[in-house]
T-cell receptor, first 113, second 111 residues
Framework: DVKVTQSSRYLVKRTGEKVFLECVQD?????MFWYRQDPGLGLRLIYF???????EKGDIPEGYSVSREKKERFSLILESASTNQTSMYLC????????????FGQGTRLTVV | TQLLEQSPQFLSIQEGENLTVYCNSS?????LQWYRQEPGEGPVLLVT?????EVKKLKRLTFQFGDARKDSSLHITAAQPGDTGLYLC???????????FGKGTRLSVIA
């Protein structure tokens, strides 16, 4: 059974903290993505990566960075958490071919207080 | 600008009713995918439509891809409470580009 696993389902952090969200996939997929999901705004792409040590900005990268040191792991970093980063964060992976399924993790609901 | 427009945004219906959800764009996609997301979980793929005009059926769910590959619809026959969830369409613009998601349709089926 293919899997994308996010390290936490729920997180509560304080404003100004550095926050790490981890995502691991076991499908040997080249492509990995981080989205945030907010009511009325849908899924918005933060960053994505097509290969180890490669990263591309998505639609809303401000306030975030990413790391991909190994193919199976893609980390999202909130350098200094703010309350407007309270959201549901979803990691996804995709093989490097067209018209294929995206596999999502279960999501991390982050609350910044 | 939202590349994929989904409508309606919310839908609340009685068990046994039929419904259609639309996903429209001015862009051409190599495929369109439909996902269903339950509360507290990530989206899960329902179907991928690839060929213009294609129709796919999944039990009571019928998916159609427009002839010009710019739009798609999801029709549910005799909806059941288990169909409740958030339905997302996603467009694939080809290799090297991320999927583009619509904002979703939140469906509630009342018993």
């Amino acid at each position: 059974d293919v899997k994308v696993t996010q390290s936490s389902r729920y997180l509560v952090k304080r404003t100004g903290e550095k926050v790490f969200l981890e995502c691991v996939q076991d499908m040997d997929h080249e492509n990995m993505f981080w989205y945030r999901q907010d009511p009325g705004l849908g899924l918005r792409l933060i960053y994505f990566s097509y290969d180890v040590k490669m990263k591309e900005k998505g639609d809303i990268p401000e306030g975030y960075s990413v790391s991909r040191e190994k193919k199976e792991r893609f980390s999202l970093i909130l350098e200094s958490a703010s309350t407007n980063q309270t959201s549901m964060y979803l990691c996804a992976s995709l093989p490097g071919t067209v018209n294929t399924e995206a596999f999502f993790g279960q999501g991390t609901r982050l609350t910044v207080v | 600008t939202q590349l994929l427009e989904q409508s309606p945004q919310f839908l609340s219906i009685q068990e046994g009713e039929n419904l259609t959800v639309y996903c429209n764009s001015s862009s051409v996609f190599s495929s369109l995918q439909w996902y269903r997301q339950e509360p507290g979980e990530g989206p899960v793929l329902l179907v991928t439509v690839v060929t213009g005009g294609e129709v796919k059926k999944l039990k009571r769910l019928t998916f159609q891809f427009g002839d010009a590959r710019k739009d798609s619809s999801l029709h549910i026959t005799a909806a059941q409470p288990g169909d409740t969830g958030l339905y997302l369409c996603a467009g694939d613009r080809g290799p090297g580009t991320p999927l583009v998601f619509g904002k979703g349709t939140r469906l509630s089926v009342i018993a």
